[in-house]
């Protein structure tokens, strides 16, 4: 009998904790970066993409050691992209998880540096990882490249930025999150299943999972910004609206948010099911995304 979900998040929570320690830790570097980096990475999160990239691997293979280094580079990567959509230039964020931004606790410069030196160093965690082929290397330094840069995240950054205060249709919208959400998550799951050795046919469909995952992921985080409570969320209610942000519930209403949120969770549903993970924790974190309260 499998743990519950929680009892499994929390787990390589800490697994993934325990690893940003190590990694850091003993690291010669100036000591306000160091700081910098660990106040961000030790702030809180359910580290949901680590756990699903562990998941992923989990639902073709059972030891999971393989897998922990890329799980926290990737979860340096999505620090890192946090630390900067906070800025001033950004969406100029106080809070985050219920504790002060990272340029709010230390200032701007070294936030920035600090997001730089976490992206960055998350290719040297894989590159330096034993456990990886040298080909298994090249395949995942890649993807994350992709998937986290001007194609992949960055892209839909931008994206959402052009979008704040215009009207946009819910084909742009998705277009925007599919990159901008959706692509960090295809990493986690197209990776820990191709460490796991899943076939060509399953890492075609997952990579459609993580599609659909990464909207409902973003349609619950848009709905949370409407009817969520501060205390859980860890920053004000509203703050979409105040950054005139494009969002599921302005285009479609809330009822028509959580109405597509369902579509979309039907498709993911699916195509695990093609893939052949449907008995993985790859569903319930399904279920996890679109029911979250924070």
């Not at 990886?132 to 395949?139: G, P």
């Not at 995240?153 to 084909?171: F, H, R, T, Y």
């Not at 195509?271 to 309260?293: C, E, I, N, P, V």
């Amino acid at each position: 009998m499998k743990p519950n979900l929680l009892d499994y998040i929390n787990q390589y929570k800490e697994v993934i904790q325990k690893e940003f320690n190590h990694c850091l830790e003993n690291m010669d570097i100036p000591q306000q970066l160091k700081s910098s980096m660990l106040y961000s990475l030790e702030a809180g999160g359910k580290r949901l993409r680590p756990v699903l990239l562990i998941a992923s691997y989990q639902a073709y293979q059972n030891e999971v050691s393989k897998v922990i280094s890329t799980a926290a580079a990737l979860e340096m990567v999505h620090t890192y992209s946090l630390i900067h959509d906070d800025l001033p230039a950004m969406d100029d964020d106080d809070y985050r998880r219920g504790k002060l931004t990272n340029h709010k606790a230390f200032n701007e410069a070294t936030a920035i540096l600090a997001g730089d030196a976490l992206l960055t160093y998350s290719f040297e965690l894989i590159t330096n990882d034993p456990s990886l082929s040298d080909r298994e290397k090249v395949t995942i330094i890649k993807m994350l490249a992709s998937c986290s840069g001007p194609s992949g995240m960055v892209g839909g950054q931008i994206l959402d930025m052009e979008a704040e205060n215009q009207p946009v249709s819910l084909d742009a919208m998705e277009r925007i999150h599919a990159l901008k959400t959706s692509e960090l998550l295809k990493f986690a799951i197209y990776t820990g299943a191709y460490l796991g050795k899943a076939t060509e046919e399953q890492l075609a469909h997952l990579k459609t999972f993580a599609y659909y995952l990464g909207l409902i992921f973003q349609v619950q985080d848009d709905i949370l910004d409407v009817t969520g409570e501060q205390e859980k969320l860890g920053k004000p209610v509203g703050s979409d609206e105040g950054n005139r942000k494009s969002t599921y519930p302005k285009l479609l209403g809330v009822a028509g948010a959580v109405e597509q949120k369902e579509k979309y969770a039907i498709k993911a549903k699916e195509s695990l099911m093609k893939a052949g993970a449907q008995d993985s924790y790859l569903m319930d974190l399904t279920d996890y995304f679109s029911t979250r309260d924070h």
